[in-house]
């Protein structure tokens, strides 16, 4: 609170120099403005597009098309699924078997010969990243649970690898069902980078104690613990749910101050956020 006089001083001092002291409240000013959007844009949840934006023409899951249009309509992030194929490239596919293909057994020019439903061939891990290179949208790389940890890890490798000789390092965010490939994820990635767990499982504090950024976990979970979205905000963690497609449903989580949710309808949350 300021007294009358403190009041009369500033005026006094403003008129005596007033065009620096102008320029300095309007700094102030600017700086407060700058702050206040950070930390709205902090509070703000963000919009993940599960398996890229693929509910639209020309698209297709993990497609590149669906890595294009999710950052075209301006998602946080766009999710998409890794399998380490049996001649041990990386390619981006959900199924652990898609078109008669086993991804884990399969060389990975038999599986980058199958045509994705938008007519696109499925990508290999390094073309769907030299896709990503030139776009702003965060790069949210799920890894599938492998028959083995010691494929996991190879696949870890492989991945921590690659990513950095794309530049993109400060793009990227880890998330899995696989514990162990989630300890691994932490232990290989560089310090820093989010790395989420998806199985439901694990609680806000052996989440914390793990390194993980925080629990990815279907929302029915939360649902169950709505008291662990507070608990990971109080860790200092984040919170993400998946695949969140009824309005009701984004709703709730939004209103509980979920920092991220993961669905196949982006634009629809968009909208919703925009209200
Ligand atoms: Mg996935």
Redesign the pocket.
């Known amino acids: 609170v300021y007294k009358r006089q403190d009041l009369r001083y500033f005026f006094i001092s403003l008129k005596a120099n007033q065009k620096l002291k102008y320029m300095k409240i309007k700094k102030l000013l600017f700086a407060s403005a700058l702050l206040f959007s950070a930390y709205n844009a902090a509070a703000q949840t963000q919009v993940i597009a599960?398996?890229g934006f693929w509910k639209t023409e020309g698209s297709a899951q993990n497609s590149i098309a669906a890595l294009l249009k999710a950052d075209s309509i301006g998602c946080y992030g766009s999710?998409f699924?890794v399998w380490l194929a049996a001649d041990d490239q990386l390619v981006v596919n959900?199924d652990p078997t898609f078109k008669g293909k086993r991804m884990e057994n399969s060389p990975s020019t038999a599986l980058t010969a199958i045509k994705l439903d938008n007519g696109e061939s499925l990508p290999t891990l390094a073309k769907y990243l030299k896709a990503a290179q030139p776009l702003h949208t965060r790069l949210i790389l799920?890894l599938k649970a492998h028959s083995t940890p010691l494929r996991e890890t190879k696949a870890i490798e492989k991945i921590v690898s690659l990513v950095k000789d794309m530049g993109l390092e400060k793009r990227m965010e880890y998330i899995t069902f696989s514990l162990h490939a989630t300890k691994e994820f932490i232990r290989l990635a560089p310090e820093g980078t989010p790395v989420y767990y998806l199985d439901g499982n694990l609680s806000p504090k052996e989440l914390k104690e793990l390194g993980c950024a925080g629990p990815d976990y279907h929302y029915t979970v939360f649902r169950k613990h709505p008291e662990w979205i507070r608990e990971c905000h109080d860790l200092g963690m984040k919170v993400n749910a998946w695949t969140v497609n009824k309005t009701d449903d984004m709703k709730w989580l939004i209103d509980r101050k979920v920092d991220f949710i993961t669905t196949n309808e982006p634009v629809q949350l968009q909208n919703l956020l925009k209200k």
């Open positions: 599960h398996r999710e699924d959900h799920e």
